[in-house]
T-cell receptor, first 111, second 116 residues
Framework: ELKVEQNPLFLSMQEGKNYTIYCNYSTTSDRLYWYRQDPGKSLESLFVLLSNGAVKQEGRLMASLDTKARLSTLHITAAVHDLSATYFCAASGGSNYKLTFGKGTLLTVNP | SAVISQKPSRDICQRGTSLTIQCQVDSQVTMMFWYRQQPGQSLTLIATANQGSEATYESGFVIDKFPISRPNLTFSTLTVSNMSPEDSSIYLC?????????????FGSGTRLTVV
């Protein structure tokens, strides 16, 4: 059974600082996803990572995947208040396309 | 990517009653998924709904409690039956377009259910 562990669960940071959210998964996974959720809202897709060594960047966010270590990271560069949200990683594997989610990281960026 | 219309967006229901949630997709999709997100928690998959076959439920979820319909490739409903306060959650549907798992999943806007 695929398990996804995400840490930290809570992250309070100051604007302008850098930080990394970690996502470990327990078994072989074909695809790794990162989502953003604002309070009371649905999930917004950020990144899809498909292969070992994949790196994707969008603005101040950069995601990477190491399939050998079963680890994905979401790096935040020079955080701004607008990045405050909950970030989820999710993994899937096999032909059933089911997503298993981490517990989420509640990110608060303080001025 | 697909666009999903999910209804209702929120509801307050009496215990013992049932609520049916609808998801309408603007494209034909093979697979639809229903998730539950309890307050302050992550998403948990309830079931996978494929058109033309019975829904596949995850451990801890049963058809009598969460019956699902999938009459065609663009529509699905989830019913939360005989509700109790423990059913208070956000319910979300999700889809992937056939052959496009590499592009991510699309989620509906969610239904915020409060059972009193």
């Amino acid at each position: 059974e695929l398990k996804v562990e995400q840490n930290p669960l809570f992250l309070s940071m100051q604007e302008g600082k850098n930080y990394t959210i970690y996502c470990n998964y327990s078994t072989t996974s074909d695809r790794l996803y990162w989502y953003r959720q604002d309070p009371g809202k649905s999930l917004e897709s950020l990144f899809v990572l498909l292969s070992n060594g994949a790196v994707k960047q969008e603005g101040r966010l950069m995601a990477s995947l190491d399939t050998k270590a079963r680890l994905s990271t979401l790096h935040i560069t020079a955080a701004v208040h607008d990045l405050s949200a909950t970030y989820f990683c999710a993994a899937s594997g096999g032909s059933n396309y089911k997503l298993t989610f981490g517990k989420g990281t509640l990110l608060t960026v303080n001025p | 990517s697909a666009v999903i219309s999910q209804k209702p967006s929120r509801d307050i229901c009496q215990r013992g009653t049932s609520l049916t949630i609808q998801c309408q997709v603007d494209s034909q999709v093979t697979m639809m998924f229903w998730y539950r997100q309890q307050p302050g928690q992550s998403l948990t998959l309830i079931a996978t709904a494929n058109q033309g076959s019975e829904a596949t439920y995850e451990s801890g979820f049963v058809i009598d409690k969460f019956p699902i319909s999938r009459p065609n490739l663009t529509f699905s409903t989830l019913t939360v039956s005989n509700m109790s306060p423990e059913d208070s959650s956000i319910y979300l549907c999700s889809v992937i377009l056939a052959g496009t798992a590499n592009y991510g999943y699309t989620f509906g806007s969610g239904t915020r259910l409060t059972v009193v």
